[in-house]
């Protein structure tokens, strides 16, 4: 097991002071080994000690997904030099179409700072317990299907804490300052 980089609690606060548990220790943990959109095998040890911000979602996504992403490209556009210490990470859970090829067209039409993972379904499946997202197939009336999943950025810092979640639909007004200021306490820490 890969050191335990990715946690996070089930209390969604703002105030990190609030959080259950003791000391500086992680909770809950991601162990996981996915392809990125540029057939780059990554593991959770990849991003130890870096600043994350996790989306799960699919390329198919009618309205969501793509949504979502273009709110993030604006908030990453927002932060400004910031934004660099982020790895945005969009993690497919429909790896039946949205293998290495179609998630770099996919997340080609973001922000280039976004980066999209894909992998074998019992992959995603250990990185989405990990990170305590869920997923599920639902066929539709027309024979096709689609997916119904966690639609929720996830933030952690640099030592792998749960930050804060950023809903789907937040309006850039109040998620572009939860990143700024769970970037101002990652400073702080190392100053």
């Known amino acids: ?49 870096r600043w994350m911000l996790v989306f799960f979602g ?16 604006g908030w990453l556009d927002e932060t400004g030099e910031d934004a660099a210490r982020l790895n945005v990470i969009f993690i497919a859970v429909d790896p039946e179409r949205d293998r290495v090829e179609a998630m770099a067209g996919y997340v080609g039409h973001f922000h280039p700072s976004i980066r999209g993972w894909t992998g074998p379904q019992d992959q995603i499946a250990r990185a989405a317990d990990g990170f305590r997202a869920t997923y599920e197939k639902v066929q539709t009336k027309d024979g096709e299907y689609t997916m119904n999943h966690t639609a929720s950025g ?32 990652e400073v702080e820490k190392t100053t």
């Open 1 to 49: 097991m890969a050191a335990p980089i990715f946690a996070w609690l089930l209390l969604w606060s703002d105030d990190r002071s609030d959080r259950a548990g003791t000391g500086d220790a992680p909770l809950f943990f991601a162990d996981f080994e996915l392809t990125d959109h540029h057939g780059m095998v990554r593991t959770d040890d990849d991003f130890a000690e």
């Open 58 to 73: 699919f390329s198919n996504c009618p309205d969501v997904c793509p949504t979502a992403l273009s709110d993030i490209s």
């Open 154 to 185: 996830l933030p952690f810092d640099a030592e792998g804490q749960f930050v804060t979640m950023i809903d789907n639909r937040e309006p850039r007004e109040f998620a572009v300052p939860k990143i700024r200021r769970a970037l101002q306490e």
